[in-house]
């Protein structure tokens, strides 16, 4: 199983559950674009590690008008945290997608048994 956290422009956040991983062809449709980017964010309450955002490749020559605030400072912790530097005032705008595989708990207790 696999959640994808969808964080979206205007601030809300979704979660959408897969039985597969998702593929390209499913985030497209999430995210509303035909070309992704993968990028690295930081967020301690998605992860302790840092973990992979896909976002809109085009989303700027999209004239996409609103900046992703979440995805942005997730992009800029994950920045600091690297010793990486992006342009000054640069932005993600669009959404951006996280893949969390789930663990399946109830699986390995039954192991246990």
Known sequence: ??????????????????????????????????????????NPEVSQKSF?????????????????KRATIAWYEWQKRTNRQSLPGDKIVGHAAIIKKVKDEHKDSIKDL
């Open 52 to 68: 992979e955002m896909y976002i809109d490749e085009e989303g700027k020559y999209n004239n996409l008008s609103y900046p992703n």
């Open 1 to 42: 199983m696999y959640n994808v956290i969808l964080w979206k422009d205007n601030g809300d956040e979704n979660f959408h559950v897969f039985k597969h991983k998702p593929t390209f062809d499913d985030l497209y449709k999430l995210i509303g674009c035909s070309l992704i980017e993968i990028t690295k964010g930081y």
